[in-house]
């Protein structure tokens, strides 16, 4: 790949986890971010232990080597609460743009069973045509504002929302104007659409409109057992559902070449969530690193 125009970050959920603050309370935001420097990463996500204060973390990050490319954030459009997405948006994307960010990734959080304890393939929410309208109409809102700022908005296809199978992931572009982009996350489309060939296919027939790329790999024996067993997204998390890309069932030499051939530029992000004490993110980081220089070639 051409490191002119990828880049590579780290998400710091493999460190402390925001949706289960209990798995990695340990790790200190400092240490998060020196081990993600001496990995080798040159950009990060925003977990909740970072300073909000970008006179105070961009000093910190910057003696690192580290730049922020992005940070989550929850959309409620579906259930009609546009005006204080927007407001919430506005403050999230000020904040972005003072770190230099240029994307914004959100999530369509409205029914969304990800938080919770139900069965993530079975309980999964199904948006109504009305629901749909109003989540088009709130993107196509934000994509609107974000360009005001020179930014752009991303949507995150995620397991146990709305926005999660390739058909749904082909509804929301389909009804989203094309300055609205796709988050792809290579460990939630395997996990949703079960092989590497469904997950290309998300890749290959979008990349135009992604602009962001999240690298996790998935284990297939924890997918497996979280759908027998009905459990919930966050029961997978803990069980293992997640790894660093080279230590789970995906061959990710075909997602770079599809990126590297398709001109692809941004960030690919390695964000691996799994429980700190029984994965050292530090150990995960420097592997996920080396198996990026092998089969990327950056
Ligand atoms: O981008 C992400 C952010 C996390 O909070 C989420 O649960 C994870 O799975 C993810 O892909
Ligand atoms: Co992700």
Redesign the pocket.
Known sequence: MNSERVKLAI?P?GWT???MPELGSENTFQQTVSEMALAGFTGS?VGSKYPRDPAVLKPMLEIRGIQICNA?FSTFFANGDKARTIDEFINHMNFLHAMGAKVI?C?EQSKSI?GTTLAVFDDKPHFTDEEWRLTAEGYNELAEIAAEKGMQVAL?H??GTGIQTRAEIDRFLAETNDNVFL?Y?T??AYYSEGSQQEMLAILDRYLPRINHV?L?DVRDDVVAQIRNEKKS?LDG?RAGT?TVPGDGVIDFRPVFALLDERGYTGWMVV?A?QDPALANPFEYAVKARKYIRETAGI
Do not use: P, R, T, Y
């Open positions: 998400a959920i986890n925001d949706d996500e989550w990734g999530s990800q995150h995620h397991m988050l996350d460990g939630h999240h996790k997204f998390v997640f964000e969530e």
